[in-house]
């Protein structure tokens, strides 16, 4: 890790710890008058998260390290068994996560992400409790800090495998949110412990953001078993296989996926369901009364966005995406195969489809082409931003400036934004990231030309397919397909390398 980068992101969370005063999307967008463009899609907490609370996790539990650039554990394996009880929103189950040590050393510890402990689904009665961890059936000694469970005192030799097991308990938070409980709606969207990443900076930890996203995680296996109401309608990541069984007024649900980087689940027991079938992939909506007059909009947005962006980007790798509907204040939020859509009031038509496909632009940009959205959000954000305006064919309109303030840049990290969360750092984040993003992608698409551009986006979605990608990596992608030298356009446009911060 560049010395100068680990130096800024020490003083740069520093900073973020002294921000007392948590500032919802709208204030900060009209005290700075940057969001004139409707960043359609974006994430945005409902409440004003205090992010002083970020000082009880860890700002970041990367370690430099030397010569390595191994990224792992690759694969991993994930069997979950869990029992979600309606009545007292919790979900209780078991978690074995199998995996090879590809990293080119002796592995002496273990992360996972347990995204359920932060303070934000805490305030409002969430929370995660890990027991009974194991790893190769052997009791180890670990500790829980935050949104941290770390796995000491392990000896794990390169290119060994090794299972890690555990029980978990996970509340839901009372709140419309990708991960809570509202109504009648389930959202498990970051429920179970996920393995954290180990690259070339260490072990990924760092803290849940209540904007955006902090996620990062390496594609695997799912084999999840759910059993709640039996009148629970799931919409799920992967497929359900076998028959459902049904015990009293239980039922015991199993579903696979391979390829994914996470698992979702959205229950409704007034969920109505509707489908289609494009380049033999199932599109499913799953909506409930009051959004009945958005479906078919959405099932149409669903169909078309496969279509295209398997044209443009390169194809559509799952034989299924959900596409569910849910109350909430924020755009959406996407998931391997599945997509949230929340309808808050009265939205229009054209606006649902708009953020559908955006949504699903992130299948390409964060599930087929994996980044690290907490260091890099432009990677995902940006891209699926860019998407869903093909898919509006409004290109012609990203026409957008950066900010005047020259410290944000394209390529920052979520902390960078919240680090100045007075003077406007979180609507900077969506005017940059969405805005100013989408259109750099555009401006570079027009630079290239139409064929030479999408040829080398289809190049890039080859090279990155189910992996983890760069700015540095997009950069050579890019250039190495067209034979140009790109750099200068990207400094021009605010996207820099590490060694250039």
């Not at 009545?87 to 080119?104: C, D, P, Q, R």
């Not at 390409?364 to 898919?391: C, V």
Request: charged share 25%; glycine share 8%.
């Amino acid at each position: 890790m560049n010395m100068k980068r680990l130096t800024k992101r020490i003083t740069m969370g520093a900073i973020a710890l002294l921000c007392t005063v948590g500032i919802a999307y709208p204030a900060s967008a009209q005290g700075n008058n940057l969001l004139k463009q409707d960043p359609k899609g974006a994430y945005v907490p409902s409440s004003a998260p205090d992010l002083s609370k970020l000082q009880s996790q860890p700002l970041s539990m990367k370690v430099q390290k030397k010569n390595e650039d191994a990224l792992g554990p690759v694969n991993p394996s994930y069997t979950i068994d869990v029992d979600y009880d309606s009545a007292t929103h919790k979900a209780e189950g078991t978690l074995e996560v199998s995996f090879k040590n590809n990293i080119k050393t002796n592995l002496s510890e273990l992360y996972f992400n347990l995204w359920g402990n932060a303070d934000v689904f805490k305030e409002n009665g969430g929370g995660m409790e890990v027991s009974d961890i194991k790893v190769n059936g052997k009791e180890t000694t670990s500790e829980v800090n935050a949104t941290t469970l770390h796995i000491k005192e392990l000896s794990l030799s390169k290119n060994k495998k090794a299972t890690v097991s555990m029980h978990f308990e996970v509340s839901l938070p009372e709140q419309q949110d990708r991960f809570g409980w509202y109504g009648d709606t389930v959202s498990m969207g970051n429920w179970f412990p996920i393995l954290a990443v180990f690259d070339d900076e260490g072990w990924n930890v760092d803290p849940y953001y209540p904007y955006g996203e902090s996620f990062y995680s390496l594609s695997g296996k799912y084999d999840v078993t759910v059993t709640t109401d039996k009148n629970q309608v799931i919409a799920a990541t992967g497929e359900e296989v076998g028959k459902v069984k049904i015990s009293g007024d239980k039922a015991t649900h199993r579903y696979k996926a391979k390829d994914v980087r996470d698992f979702a689940l959205e229950m409704n027991p007034n969920y109505r369901v509707i489908s289609t079938e494009v380049n033999n992939i199932k599109v499913n909506v799953y909506y409930s009364e009051e959004h009945s007059k958005y479906a078919a909009a959405l099932l149409e947005s669903g169909e078309d966005s496969i279509k295209l962006f398997s044209e443009k980007f390169g194809k559509y790798p799952w034989p299924e995406l959900d596409i569910v509907t849910m109350e909430g204040w924020f755009g959406g939020m996407e998931y391997p195969q599945l997509v949230m859509i929340s309808l808050a009031g009265d939205r229009p038509l054209d606006w649902a489809k708009s953020v559908n496909a955006h949504e699903i632009g992130h299948q390409w940009f964060y599930g087929i082409i994996g980044n690290n959205e907490y260091d890099e959000p432009w990677l995902d954000e940006s891209f699926a931003s860019f998407a869903a305006a093909l898919y509006d064919g409004e290109l012609d309109s990203l026409q957008v400036e950066p900010t005047e303030d020259s410290y944000y840049h394209l390529s920052s990290q979520i902390s960078d934004f919240t680090a100045r969360v007075e003077e406007g750092g979180i609507g900077a984040y969506y005017y940059m990231i969405y805005n100013y993003g989408s259109s750099t992608i555009n401006d570079l698409r027009e630079l290239l030309g139409d064929e030479a551009f999408y040829s080398a986006m289809q190049t890039y979605f080859k090279q990155q397919k189910f992996g983890i990608s760069t700015t540095r990596d997009f950069i050579r992608s890019m250039e190495k397909s067209t034979g140009r030298d790109l750099m200068p356009f990207f400094r021009d446009h605010r996207v820099l390398l590490s060694d250039q911060e």
